[in-house]
Each structure stands twice: as C-alpha cells, then as structure tokens.
C-alpha cells in the first residue's frame, strides 16, 4: 500500500492522462446519437417552434431562421440531453457501472491496492437489505388521504397544529406588524 494519500484530482489527472475521459466522452456522444427518443423530442420542439410557425417564416434566410431557431431552443434542447447524459452517467447497469469500476481500477492502481475494494453483494444480502428498507419505510409513508385529513384537523405532517392555526388565523402571526 502507498504512503500518500490518493486525491480525487489525482484519479481524475490518470483518468484524463491515459485517454480513459476522452473514450468516456465519445461513448456518450454515440450514445446520445442513437437516442431516438432524444430525436423525437428534439425534432417535435422544432416543428412546434414559434420561429417556424410564425407569419412569415418562409421569407426569412436559413441563417436567420437558424439563428432564430437557435436562440428559441437551444436551453430546452441542451437541458433534454443533459437529463440524458445524466441518466447514462448514474445508469448502474451500463455505463455508471463502468465509470465507477474504471474509477476504482485507477484508485487500486495508484493506491497500490487490490480492487475489488467494495465487493458487491450477494444476491441474498441485497435481496434482504431492500427488505428491511421496504419495511422501514412503509411504517413512515402515509396515504395522501391520511395527509389531507391532518390539514383538515389542523396538524400538519408532524402533527403540529401550530403552522396550521397560523394559516387558518393570519392576524396571529402579523399580530405586532403595521
């Protein structure tokens, strides 16, 4: 085992050094490619466009309709494939799963370690670990109904009647104000 402490920078610069982002990025550059849901919404939002359907359109350049187009729908269309590069990155199956295990193969390397360094578990343990979290967390949960009952009986959620009073009775709370 080494004696320095392995940063996060540090893992990142080997990544980067050894081409290992560059492959990464052109992954998800092929993956996005091929989504064709993506296509079918980006294609959808420049049918729908004002740009394209307003009086007048077909007199304008290609420039200036692109530029136009451009301005209209640039945020809405990045902001769709970025959900989508997102859900790629943490996807635990595809290629999430393959990140981290690049991630923790560098870190092995550099920290003189072997990997795995978090075994996966067992099929058993995982199955039992989701069991005990379903029953925890079914105690807590509570129907809407048994939610808007609260309200109605003036308790919130934790059961404290004193944010409902105060919204049932404003002049409590502004009492001291002008």
């Not at 635990?92 to 923790?104: A, P, T, W």
């Amino acid at each position: 085992m080494g004696s320095s402490i392995i940063s996060p920078q540090d893992v990142l610069e080997s990544l980067m050094n050894d081409g290992t982002i560059d492959g990464l990025r052109l992954k998800i550059i092929n993956q996005l490619k091929a989504n064709e849901e993506l296509k079918k919404t980006t294609m959808t939002m420049v049918e729908q466009s004002k740009v394209l359907n307003t009086p007048g359109a077909e007199k304008q350049t290609k420039r200036e309709l692109f530029d136009a187009l451009r301005q209209e729908l640039e945020a809405p269309v990045l902001e769709k494939a970025s959900k989508s590069v997102w859900e790629l990155i943490l996807d635990n199956d595809g290629l999430g799963k393959e990140i981290s295990e690049m991630v923790e193969k560098v870190f092995c390397r550099l920290s003189g370690q072997e990997p795995p360094l978090f075994p996966a578990l067992t099929s058993e343990a995982q199955q039992g670990k989701e069991q005990n979290e379903n029953r925890s967390s079914s105690a807590k949960k509570r129907s809407f109904a048994e939610m808007n009952e609260g309200v109605e009986n003036g308790t919130t959620a934790t059961g404290d009647s004193s944010a409902a009073n105060e919204e049932s009775n404003p002049t409590s709370s502004s009492a001291g104000k002008p």
